[in-house]
């Protein structure tokens, strides 16, 4: 079975059950976030290394929509 089989099959459930057995999970998301040295409305690009299911990319474009975002994890 190859890596992307493995993720694919528990990848719905694995940021639901990350938010259940780490107990700062949300305030570590919006920490990420406030972080973020720009405004909602100006354009930047971000790379997102280690991307998994597109948590991050998710949370950047709902603060900063107009943000361009790369994602890279493992290539089959």
């Known amino acids: ?20 057995v780490i107990p700062c999970f949300d305030d570590f998301y919006k920490t ?3 972080l973020i040295p ?5 354009k930047f690009t971000v790379l997102d290394l280690g991307a998994g299911t597109g948590l991050v990319t998710a949370l950047v474009f709902n603060v900063f929509p107009k943000a361009e ?7 089959e």
């Open 1 to 20: 079975m190859t890596v992307k089989k493995i993720f694919d099959a528990g990848a719905l459930q694995y940021d639901r059950n990350r938010q259940k």
């Open 69 to 75: 975002v790369s994602l890279l994890d493992i290539l």
């Open 38 to 42: 720009f405004s909602r409305d100006e």
């Open 32 to 34: 990420l976030i406030r």
